[in-house]
């Protein structure tokens, strides 16, 4: 009898992340990890006594409601007016395990085999295994060096007759780039034409450095086909908390809490009246969010420039992107993986997050979202390259 194949075919390509990989190697070798996208530090004091309070002394330790606690639900539409001027009906907040989940919920519910998915390469790992899972094809668009932004001739032919849902992560990981109003409309009106929803990635809104954030649905016509992701995570550095949320119009957003209430149903109860008073804080807590990445990035970028790389200096997120190919790198994906035990310093190649293998060959991803007295070791062990 031969030996059963147990995961499904269009499954098999995702056994195992790039992160989990050099995550591991890191620790293996005691490197400087500037892989893996977390910070080394935790969020605001309110936001982690108000947590430790809602488990010890306010008893919000069961299941909350299947769209999430109705202040945090209020919160993220009371912080979008805030922010970003995009009137939202609370009733029409998901709350979701992460935004990962939010995103997976809103491909599985959109998309049938057959179904085309328009995503921007390089792209987060988990983008093309949602679309696997819902059994649809992703059509991609490059992004190239040194601004990363689409082509319009590309984006246009990424579209088709079968395109459902087109997924937009701005500000982008990896690469650090944000999308400006002329390249959202462009996206946003081929959506029109093709009669597509808009899925928007958007935890790193609150990390941009010089360049505006725009939520697609902030823009004429969009709101009524757009689907706006964020979470804490990032924006708290609180990662693992995983507490995200969705909003869009009602069908929409009933259609995503459709999965999502068979693949977790509810979680983080005591985090989400946390989240909920952090979103509330005053505007100097979110404008330091930004204010404090902004010196990190400064610090490793001219660290990598003076490595002998040739850095691509972000405008969001709190990755950069360096080229090793001044240094006569060829393989990045070979030399990340050699790295941290040369140098010990760890990093992502930007190739496995393309379909294209010519795309970004010698390209590395650091995190800079660290404390300076790491970043300042990592960039001395860097000097060795």
């Given at each position: 009898?031969?030996?059963?194949?147990?995961?499904?075919?269009?499954?098999?390509?995702?056994?195992?992340?790039?992160?989990?990989?050099?995550?591991?190697?890191?620790?293996?070798?005691?490197?400087?990890?500037?892989?893996?996208?977390?910070?080394?530090?935790?969020?605001?004091?309110?936001?982690?006594a108000d947590a430790a309070a809602a488990i010890t002394e306010g008893g919000v330790n069961q299941y909350p409601p299947a769209p999430g606690l109705p202040a945090l639900r209020e919160a993220v539409a009371a912080h979008q007016e805030r922010f970003h001027s995009l009137s939202v009906d609370p009733d029409q907040v998901l709350v979701t395990t992460g935004a990962t989940e939010a995103i997976a919920s809103a491909v599985i519910a959109l998309c049938e085999p057959g179904d085309e998915v328009v995503i921007f390469e390089p792209y987060y790992d988990s983008y093309p295994a949602v679309i696997a899972?819902?059994?649809?094809?992703?059509?991609?668009?490059?992004?190239?060096?040194?601004?990363?932004?689409?082509?319009?001739?590309?984006?246009?032919?990424?579209?088709?007759?079968?395109?459902?849902?087109?997924?937009?992560?701005?500000?982008?990981n990896p690469t650090g780039t944000v999308f400006g109003r002329d390249t959202l409309r462009a996206i946003g009106d081929l959506a029109l034409e093709h009669d597509a929803v808009v899925v928007t990635d958007e935890v790193y809104e609150h990390m941009t450095f010089g360049a505006e954030h725009v939520p697609m649905a902030a823009l004429p016509g969009m709101a009524e086909r757009t689907l706006t992701v964020s979470g804490a995570g990032k924006?708290?550095?609180?990662?693992?908390?995983?507490?995200?949320?969705?909003?869009?119009?009602?069908?929409?957003v009933a259609a995503v809490r459709t999965v999502k209430q068979f693949l977790t149903f509810a979680g983080g109860a005591p985090f989400q009246p946390a989240v909920a008073n952090?979103?509330?804080l005053p505007d100097d807590v979110f404008a330091a969010i930004s204010g404090d990445l902004r010196p990190k990035r400064d610090l490793l970028v001219d660290g990598l420039r003076e490595a002998g790389t040739r850095v691509f200096e972000p405008s969001g997120t709190y990755f950069v992107v360096a080229d090793l190919a001044p240094l006569g790198v060829t393989d990045a994906?070979?030399?990340?993986?050699?790295?941290?035990?040369?140098?010990?310093?760890?990093?992502?190649?930007?190739?496995?997050?393309?379909?294209?293998?010519?795309?970004?060959?010698?390209?590395?991803?650091?995190?800079f979202c660290k404390r300076d007295d790491v970043l300042d070791e990592a960039v001395q062990r860097l000097r060795r390259l």
């Open positions: 009898m031969g030996r059963r194949e147990f995961l499904t075919e269009r499954l098999r390509p995702f056994t195992s992340t790039i992160f989990a990989e050099i995550t591991q190697l890191a620790v293996r070798t005691g490197a400087i990890n500037l892989g893996q996208g977390f910070p080394d530090t935790d969020g605001p004091a309110s936001l982690l899972m819902a059994g649809a094809t992703r059509r991609t668009v490059p992004l190239r060096a040194p601004d990363f932004q689409p082509d319009p001739v590309e984006l246009r032919a990424a579209f088709g007759p079968r395109t459902r849902a087109v997924l937009v992560n701005t500000p982008h924006t708290f550095s609180v990662t693992g908390w995983k507490i995200g949320w969705v909003h869009g119009p009602a069908e929409l952090a979103l509330a994906a070979a030399f990340a993986r050699d790295m941290p035990g040369r140098l010990g310093v760890a990093a992502v190649p930007v190739s496995v997050f393309c379909d294209d293998p010519h795309l970004a060959p010698t390209l590395l991803r650091f995190a």
